[in-house]
């Protein structure tokens, strides 16, 4: 069962490790390449703040975005700015995260996020978890896949081992970090195809798009591609 109480209290956590991390570094470094193709630390750090708010919006029965062409042009518009205003923006569409959060509501109701996608309003919370801590990621500034919190990468294999699950490109995969396991891709329930074994980090990196899989060891045939999420 999900507990959103406990995920807004992991957000907060999550974000102060980012804006502890992110005050360390200088304007020069903020327009350094992230790891995330044709983006600098500026675009993940604006992206960070814009969907703080586009969160609120959900929480609050608005669009999540007025489109994505206007997702982009913000993320674009705001990516150049000096550090100082990236650390307040940050703190301030937290802040307005954290009232959204904190109003009285109703979180078995189902709220749309983009492109049509629906999910109980107890589900927005650890979306915004994941926002924090795999962008503290992407920015490359020290922060790793192995220093999530182990709660965390265990509930994030979860739901991406469940969002690839049926999927008709995804051959049928057993994912294992030799303690635990997770089936995901086509015909999930019939029996694994393929074998997938490696450290929860290295798992996680490789469902999210982060790691290719390298450090994986694969059984019963290769390494499947996974979709983009």
């Known amino acids: 069962m999900i507990d959103h109480a406990h995920d807004l209290a992991s957000v907060r956590d999550a974000t102060e490790r980012l804006l502890t991390a992110v005050g360390k570094l200088d304007n020069a470094s903020v327009t350094h390449p992230s790891r995330l193709p044709g983006w600098s630390r500026g675009h993940v750090l604006a992206h960070l703040a814009r969907n703080a708010d586009a969160l609120v919006n959900v929480l609050e029965g608005r669009p999540m975005y007025v489109s994505g062409e206007a997702r982009d042009a913000d993320i674009a518009r705001d990516a150049p700015r000096a ?44 979306r915004r978890w994941v926002e924090v801590e795999l962008h503290h990621v992407d920015l490359g500034i020290g922060y790793e896949l192995e220093d999530l919190p182990a709660e965390f990468t265990q509930r994030e294999i979860d739901f991406l081992a469940d969002r690839f699950a049926g999927h008709p490109d995804v051959p049928s995969t057993r994912l294992t970090d030799g303690t635990r396991e997770w089936r995901t891709g086509r015909d999930a329930e019939a029996g694994p195809e393929v074998t997938v074994t490696g450290s929860p980090a290295d798992l996680l990196g490789w469902l999210a798009g982060r790691r290719p899989g390298a450090a994986l060891a694969v059984n019963g045939g290769p390494l499947p591609a996974l979709p983009p999420l």
């Open 83 to 126: 550090l100082d205003v990236q650390l307040a923006d940050l703190r301030e569409s937290a802040a307005r995260f954290r009232q959204a959060g904190d109003a009285p509501a109703d979180w078995s109701r189902t709220v749309e996020l983009r492109n049509g996608v629906t999910d109980s309003a107890s589900r927005v919370p650890f």
